[in-house]
């Protein structure tokens, strides 16, 4: 009893000795996880655009397709996410008239992949083209990322596995030298934090000046660009007495990012690159505010993912017109099926073969199965047997028997000898001759 007791009072001072030392040497560490977009912005990459215009009190709605043009006031804002939901020359014409007449219209041009040739009516309008632009930057970017000062070195030199053992071993040094120096831990914050803006090429910025005075730097993706035949030779254009103004990269006159078309009152925006205002790209640089720039005080009315109504939506709207095409087509089908209308004919009566139509069709059917000869032999039998014979005749009964035979009818004695014993005919005629010789012969009988 004594030593189950001293062993409860070990265990307790085991588990008391090891909760303090776990609470002594315990660290809360917090860690924030990146779960990525909510539903909502996966579902809407104009999310954070509408959150920001909100934020500026700049009225906005979405719309469902291109017919909310006739509903557009002229000091309203349109914006389509892409250039193809002008599907006919009917909408081109409407979205035109509507900018002239002072709307402002913000399009995004289509992003047909590179083995499609669909034509794009306002690009065709315009006598724009979206071609593949210029990736150097890039690529430039990405090597002087890796090598720094270097790059410029790389370029001029050949031998790039060189200049990256060369790299590799000035990483090594610093390696070193970091792990013998005393930590900076606020050195190690700048590091680690992460800058609004990506790391790009200053040349690869687009930089604008507006009326105000206003500066905006913007980032255009320069896989895709416009391209226009008077692009390089001048800043802009004359088309059908309207002005085409374009915006070019710095060191590529010939490719632009954005296009404007003054007509009338109104502007037309273009723009090669719609993820300028997504949801991981709208805090970038100058983004959002060149968003605003653009909307001004206008109303904007956003176009991001067309939609039309359903066939059942749209028999629903218009169930009365339906009813009243139903009833007309019914009513037509009626005056052009009553000329048929009337009294009731009277079933034509059966008609009913001869015996001698079937006798002709029996003879006709052996005569093309090559059958002549039984047909022949069956009209000759009974003959014989009239004649009383019973089997086989010596030659000169059988040619007394035609002499009499002949005498009675005033057939030729050899006609009634090879009507009577001789071979099968092989014609129509001489078929036809003998079974006449056969009648005539039962008939003299």
Request: charged residues 25%; negative net charge.
């Amino acid at each position: 009893m004594r030593f189950s007791r001293v062993a409860i009072a070990l265990t307790l001072l085991l588990l008391a000795a090891a909760a303090a030392l776990f609470l002594y040497f315990f660290e809360r560490h917090t860690e924030e996880v990146d779960l990525g977009p909510g539903p909502e912005a996966r579902r809407n990459p104009f999310l954070a655009a509408e959150r920001f215009l909100d934020r500026l009190d700049i009225p906005h709605r979405r719309a469902d397709n291109i017919a909310v043009l006739s509903t557009l006031k002229k000091d309203d804002a349109l914006f389509l996410a892409s250039s193809s939901q002008i599907y006919n020359d009917d909408r081109l014409r409407e979205l035109l008239d509507w900018v002239e007449a002072g709307g402002h219209a913000i399009v995004i041009a289509h992003r047909g992949g590179d083995g499609e040739h669909e034509q794009d009516l306002l690009l065709n309008a315009l006598g724009l083209e979206v071609t593949s632009g210029d990736l150097d930057f890039y690529f430039n970017a990405q090597i002087r990322e890796i090598f720094g000062e270097d790059a410029d070195e790389l370029k001029e030199n050949p031998s790039a596995s060189k200049m990256m053992r060369e790299h590799n071993r000035k990483l090594a040094e610093q390696e070193n030298k970091n792990t013998s120096e005393p930590e900076d831990h606020s050195a190690q914050e700048n590091i680690s934090g992460q800058p609004r803006n990506p790391d790009v090429d200053p040349e690869k910025l687009v930089n604008l000046t507006s009326d105000s005075g206003a500066s905006y730097a913007l980032y255009f993706n320069p896989r895709r660009v416009l391209s226009h035949e008077m692009m390089g030779q001048s800043a802009d254009t004359d088309l059908d007495g309207y002005l085409l103004r374009w915006v070019t990269f710095q060191n590529f006159p010939t490719q632009s990012p954005l296009v404007y078309h003054e007509r009338g009152r109104g502007r037309l925006t273009l723009m090669t690159d719609g993820a300028l205002w997504h949801n991981d790209r709208i805090g970038e640089f100058d983004h959002a505010y060149f968003l605003a720039h653009l909307v001004g005080e206008r109303n904007l009315v956003m176009i991001t993912r067309p939609r039309f109504d359903t066939l059942s939506v749209l028999i629903q709207r218009y169930a009365l017109e339906l009813l009243v095409a139903g009833l007309l087509a019914l009513a037509a089908w009626i005056a052009n099926r009553s000329r048929r209308f009337g009294p009731v004919l009277p079933a034509p009566a059966s008609e009913r073969r001869s015996l001698l139509e079937h006798i002709r069709a029996c003879g006709n059917f052996y005569w093309r199965q090559r059958r002549a000869e039984n047909l022949f032999e069956q009209a000759r039998a009974p003959l014989l047997h009239k004649l009383g014979v019973r089997g086989s005749l010596a030659a000169e009964r059988q040619q007394q028997l035609a002499e009499s035979v002949a005498a009675t009818t005033g057939l030729a004695a050899r006609e009634i000898f090879d009507t009577l014993w001789g071979p099968a005919p092989r014609s129509e005629d001489d078929f036809t001759a003998r079974v006449r010789s056969i009648q005539i012969i039962e008939a003299a009988l």
